[in-house]
């Protein structure tokens, strides 16, 4: 049987996620706005980005250029209220009052680069991205590594194992812990006549 939710739950959980909404914006200068950018490309939202309205629409470009890496040149710019598109942010030395932009309003950015970077999500898609690959016999020649660092433990202490070193480390970090805290010492640790354990 499906676990149901009652309405009376609903209505606790829509105020709790709503609590903020009518105060999130009361802090800001009069003359500065939060909007979401999204983008034709990308799925990720730049959430509440902060611009003032005295800002051109050539400034909203460069900061979405920070964001999204579509250069200024190949942004068409599209005002979104409520999920219909408003208008289209078109003159580049245009105050964003201009526009009329207000809080929790989204500007969609269409990235007009026929060789652009982003497209067929080539930033966000890390199956696409080429991995680094290295061989067992190439790995073990290297110095430095943790499988190198094992080597030469083993080498000094037959005995040594990496779950017998974390052992032995988590005790000695509980034993540091209880030294500074004033605590009694964990059974195998004392005090030396330097006072460290």
Same mark, same amino acid.
């Given at each position: ?9 609903? =209505?606790?959980?829509?105020? %709790? !996620? ?6 999130? %914006? ?8 939060? !909007? ?5 490309? =990308? ?9 003032? =309205? ?8 460069? $900061? ?6 579509? +250069? +200024?040149? %190949? ?12 208008r289209v942010l078109d003159n580049d030395s245009a105050m964003l009052g201009y526009y009329s932009l207000d809080n929790g309003m989204e500007v969609h950015c269409v990235d007009t680069d026929p060789n652009s970077g982003?497209? /067929?999500?080539? %930033? ?8 680094? $690959? ?15 660092? /094992? $080597? ?5 202490? +037959? ?13 000695? !970090? ?20 330097? /006072?460290?354990?």
């Amino acid at each position: 049987m499906k676990p149901t939710m009652k309405n009376e739950d609903m =209505l606790t959980l829509q105020s %709790y !996620v709503k609590a903020q909404d009518a105060s999130r %914006y009361r802090g800001l200068a009069r003359s500065t706005i939060m !909007v979401d950018v999204s983008h034709s490309n =990308l799925i990720q939202r730049h959430i509440e980005l902060r611009f003032d =309205l005295h800002d051109t629409v050539s400034d909203m470009k460069d $900061r979405i250029y920070q964001n999204s890496g579509t +250069p +200024p040149g %190949y942004q068409h710019l599209i005002l979104r209220s409520g999920g219909a598109d408003t208008r289209v942010l078109d003159n580049d030395s245009a105050m964003l009052g201009y526009y009329s932009l207000d809080n929790g309003m989204e500007v969609h950015c269409v990235d007009t680069d026929p060789n652009s970077g982003s497209r /067929g999500g080539r %930033y966000e898609n890390t199956a696409l991205v080429e991995k680094f $690959r290295m061989s067992d016999e190439d790995y073990d020649r290297r110095k430095g590594t943790l499988r190198d660092w /094992g $080597r030469r433990k083993k080498e000094a202490d +037959p005995s040594f194992s990496l779950a017998k070193h974390a052992d032995e480390h988590r005790r000695a !970090v509980e034993a540091r812990r209880a030294f500074r805290l004033g605590e009694e010492l964990p059974a195998g640790w004392a005090v030396d006549g330097d /006072g460290e354990i």
